[in-house]
């Protein structure tokens, strides 16, 4: 349960935070100040909750996880709920501000009229094709760098953290401008939730990291070999 909660926790502030930034932040910081948030964001949560549940936070690091053997199918299951349940929690959070702020200039790429709480929507110009490829290799970089910055015996060990949150960075510096960058199914959900106009390349935020997270794992195992860490 403890792991549950912590997923929830980190979640929530990944949504909250780092979309907070584009959100509040935006026209300020533009795109690099954003994807320099998300991972500065995430080297937090790293540090603050990897001892207890591995600082997944995003169910394709958790669907990455599992097929790599590192996870068993229940476990994976109860952190992907609760980090759409977190994602959902800090997306609320997020539209609340944006609610209570009468005449206060929000949002990064996309209007604020049309994207109040930075959902991951195609942005001007941007192709559906081009949009899932994108989402699927920025997550192949990302999942990649995750298993093999954290692996037991050829990882970076306490510096794990530092790459996994600069590694996020730099796919949102790369991602935002095509679609707000998701590599993650939660973040996507969570905004969704409250920006009905989202739903409709929600898919692609979903079918683009997963298998970029599969592609990862075969990659990883080809460079690495077999895992010992595995689960029984």
Wanted: hydrophobic share 55%; net charge neutral.
């Amino acid at each position: 349960m403890k792991k549950l909660i912590a997923e929830g926790v980190g979640t929530m502030f990944l949504v909250l935070l780092a979309c907070g930034s584009a959100v509040l932040a935006g026209p300020t910081i533009d795109v690099l100040g954003i994807g320099i948030c998300f991972g500065l964001v995430l080297i937090c949560l790293c540090y603050a909750i990897g001892n207890i549940s591995g600082c997944h936070v995003n169910p394709a690091v958790s669907f990455g996880m599992w097929i790599a053997g590192r996870m068993k199918t229940g476990e994976f299951i109860g952190y992907v709920v609760a980090q759409l349940i977190g994602a959902t929690i800090g997306a609320a959070f997020l539209y609340a501000l944006s609610e209570m702020g009468a005449g206060f200039t929000y949002g990064g790429i996309t209007a604020a009229s049309d994207n109040a709480i930075a959902a991951n929507v195609l942005q001007p110009g941007a192709t559906s094709g081009m949009a899932l490829l994108t989402e699927g290799l920025l997550t192949f970089f990302f999942v990649f760098v995750i298993l093999a910055a954290t692996d037991a015996k050829k990882g970076a060990g306490k510096f794990a953290g530092l790459a996994i949150g600069i590694a996020l960075g730099l796919v949102n510096i790369v991602g935002i401008p095509v679609d707000n960058c998701s590599v993650n199914p939660a973040r996507s959900f969570g905004p969704a939730v409250f920006s009905p106009n989202a739903w409709g390349d929600f898919w692609i935020m979903v079918v683009g990291p997963l298998v970029g997270a599969a592609v990862a794992v075969l990659c990883w195992k080809a460079i690495a070999g077999t895992d010992k860490n595995s689960v029984e």
